[in-house]
């Protein structure tokens, strides 16, 4: 199982980023797979989370409404569409995956500045 995370960089506070989390080595279309973020110091947040099939989603109210998750079975990738970004959305951004155990990816840096 692999997750690859890619698409964070530097971005004006009210940009905008779209992240993906390409995935391999499961059933990609099988599985619900979610989005968390981190910075130094704090505990992982969870931040979106989509069902297998796509028909269902759900945002943590810190970004519901600026935030949105979808994906490409086709392509075995997940992105997070990211709107109006603040500076407090500045963090390591991970896409999660539940197996028969907990699958991350690298990770990748989202910094919201001026």
């Known amino acids: 199982v692999q997750l690859v995370e890619s698409g964070g960089g530097l971005v004006q506070p009210g940009g905008s980023l779209r992240l993906s989390c390409l995935a391999s080595?499961?059933?990609?279309?099988?599985?619900?797979m979610s989005w968390y973020r981190q910075t130094p110091g704090k505990e992982r947040e969870w931040v979106a989370f989509i069902t297998g099939a796509g028909g269902s989603t759900k945002y943590a109210d810190s970004v519901k409404g600026r935030f949105t998750i979808s994906r490409d079975n086709a392509k075995n990738t997940v992105y997070l569409q990211m709107n109006s970004l603040k500076p407090e959305d500045t963090a390591v951004y991970y896409c999660?995956?539940?197996?028969?155990?907990?699958?991350w990816g690298q990770g990748t840096q989202v910094t919201v500045s001026s």
């Open positions: 080595g499961f059933t990609f279309s099988s599985y619900a």
């Open positions: 999660k995956v539940i197996l028969s155990r907990v699958y």
